[in-house]
C-alpha cells in the first residue's frame, strides 16, 4: 500500500494521485491524506509513548489514525512545501510524532546505535517537495530518517519530477 | 558579551535535558563576567518576545535537542517567524541527542551549518554531543553531575570563538565504537538496560512490556 501525506499549501498531492491513477501502478491500493485542517500536534517529547502506555502517543488529537496507517503502508510519500532548503514543519511534526513505532529498547545496526522497532514491519519512506529544497541535504535526511525506522528511502524528488517520483511507487 | 541562549526543545523546561545543559553552559559563561539570558521555545506564549531579544542581540545561541535526525517540528515553526537579519549578529548552536555517537549527529549538524545563511546572520559554530537521553531520568545531583562538562564549553564560548575551537571539536567525542565495545555494549542492551527501562517504566506507572505490539497490525 502507498500512503500519501500532503501537507502543501497548494494540495499538489491531488496531481501526484492523477499521475499514480494515469499510470496504471496502483494496484496495490494507494491513500491520499491531506492535513490541511486536521489537529496534528508537534511531538512534546513526554517519553509517555515509550515509558508510560509504550506505543501509545499522549497526545489526543488527528495524528493517530495517520500514524497507523504508516505503520502499516509499504511506501509513505510526504509530499511537503520547503523553508531553509528541509520539510516544512508541518511535515517534521508528523515525523517527529513515530515514536509510538518505535521502542525505547536499543541495539547496534551497520555500527551504529539505533532503537528497537515495535512491529515487524517497516514503511520505505520517499519525499516530493515543492519550493527551493536542498535536493541534497533532504536525500540526506531521508536516508537517515529511514534508517532509524528500519526501512529505505525512496529517494527525494521535486515536484516538476513528480512523474519520476510516481514510477516509484508499488 | 551578552548572549542569548534560546531552549530549541519542545519538552517543558522542567523536564528538558537541553535546560539542564544551558544551566551548566550558562555556569560557565558567567565564570567569564559574560551575561546571558535565557528563553525556551516550548513556551510559544514566550515567542514573541524570543524573537525581540534574537532581533535585539546579536550574540545568539540555540541550544536543541537532536528531533529525527535535524531540529524538533516546533523549532521550525519558531524559525519559519524570523525576519532576516545581518552579518552583524552571530549564531552558534548546541545539538545535543539521546544516542551516544557522534557520527549520530552530523546530519542536524549539516542543517544547522547552513541555517544562518538563510536567516542572513553568521554562523557560529556547533558544539555536538550525544549520550544526554538518560539525564532527565537521574536526580538533580546526578544531573549536574552529568552536564558538568558543559560549564567548561561555557568558559571556552565566553573567550569570543564561538565553537569553532579545537576544544569545542573534541567535545563530542567518539564518531563511532570499535567493534569490541559494540559487542559489549549490545549485550548490555539486550539485557541490563532493558531491565532497567523496564525499572523506569514501572516507576511511570506502566505495567506492560515496553516491546508490546498495541495495534492489530495484520502483517
Ligand atoms: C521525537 C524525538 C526524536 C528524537 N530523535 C533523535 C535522533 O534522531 N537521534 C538521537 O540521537 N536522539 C533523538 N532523540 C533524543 C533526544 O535528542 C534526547 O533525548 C535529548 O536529550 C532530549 O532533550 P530535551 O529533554 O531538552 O528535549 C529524539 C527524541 C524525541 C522525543
Known amino acids: 500500500m502507498v500512503l500519501l501525506i500532503d501537507t502543501t499549501t497548494e494540495h499538489i498531492g491531488t496531481t501526484i494521485e492523477d499521475e499514480l491513477l494515469r499510470s496504471g501502478k496502483h494496484a496495490a491500493g494507494f491513500e491520499r491524506i491531506d492535513t490541511t485542517g486536521m489537529r496534528i500536534s508537534h511531538c512534546v517529547g513526554c517519553n509517555d509513548c515509550w515509558l508510560k502506555t509504550p506505543g501509545v502517543c499522549a ?52 555500527g551504529q546505535m539505533r532503537h528497537v522497532m515495535r512491529y515487524d514491519h517497516q514503511p ?44 516509484c511507487m508499488l | 558579551m551578552h548572549v542569548v541562549i534560546i531552549n530549541g526543545s519542545p519538552r517543558v523546561q522542567k523536564y528538558s535535558n537541553t535546560e539542564k545543559i544551558i544551566a551548566a553552559f550558562a555556569k560557565g559563561l558567567s565564570e567569564k563576567d559574560v551575561t546571558f539570558e535565557t528563553y525556551a521555545v516550548s513556551n510559544r506564549s514566550t515567542w514573541d518576545r524570543i524573537r525581540d531579544a534574537y532581533l535585539k542581540n546579536d550574540e545568539i545561541l540555540i541550544a536543541l535537542p537532536l528531533y529525527v535526525e535535524c531540529v524538533p517540528g516546533l523549532l521550525l515553526e519558531f524559525l519559519e517567524t524570523l525576519p532576516r537579519k545581518d552579518e552583524q549578529t552571530r549564531l552558534s548552536f548546541i545539538l545535543q541527542s539521546g544516542f551516544a555517537e557522534g557520527c549520530q549527529l552530523r546530519c542536524g549538524e549539516a542543517f544547522l551549518e547552513k541555517l544562518p545563511e538563510y536567516l542572513g546572520v553568521r554562523y557560529g559554530g556547533c ?93
Open chain 1, 124 to 167: 520505505d519512506i520517499g519525499i516530493i517537495y515543492t519550493g527551493d529544497g536542498d535536493q541534497a541535504y533532504l536525500e540526506r535526511w531521508c536516508q537517515r530518517t529511514a534508517l532509524n525506522l528500519g526501512s529505505r528511502s525512496l529517494g527525494v524528488f521535486s515536484e516538476r519530477r513528480g512523474k519520476e517520483a510516481v514510477s
Open chain 2, 127 to 219: 558544539l555536538v554531543k550525544g549520550d544526554n537521553f538518560g539525564i532527565r531520568l537521574l536526580e538533580e545531583e546526578k544531573q549536574a553531575q552529568a552536564t558538568k562538562p558543559y560549564q567548561a564549553m561555557g568558559r571556552l564560548f565566553a573567550e569570543g570563538d564561538g565553537f569553532f575551537r579545537e576544544e569545542a571539536e573534541k567535545f563530542t567525542g567518539p564518531e563511532s565504537f570499535s567493534l569490541p565495545m559494540r559487542l559489549l555494549m549490545g549485550l548490555i542492551f539486550k539485557t541490563l538496560a532493558r531491565k532497567m527501562f523496564q525499572k523506569a517504566a514501572a516507576s511511570w506507572g506502566c505495567r506492560v512490556p515496553l516491546d508490546e505490539k498495541v495495534w492489530e497490525t495484520g502483517r
Open chain 1, 59 to 110: 497526545i489526543r488529537d488527528d495524528y493517530e489514525p495517520v500514524l497507523r496507517k504508516m505503520s502499516a503502508a509499504d511506501q509513505v510519500w510526504l509530499i511537503s512545501d520547503t523553508h531553509f532548503g528541509f520539510v516544512s514543519w508541518q511535515t517534521k511534526n508528523i515525523v517527529d510524532r513515530v515514536m509510538p513505532i518505535v521502542t525505547m529498547y536499543l541495539k547496534f545496526k551497520d
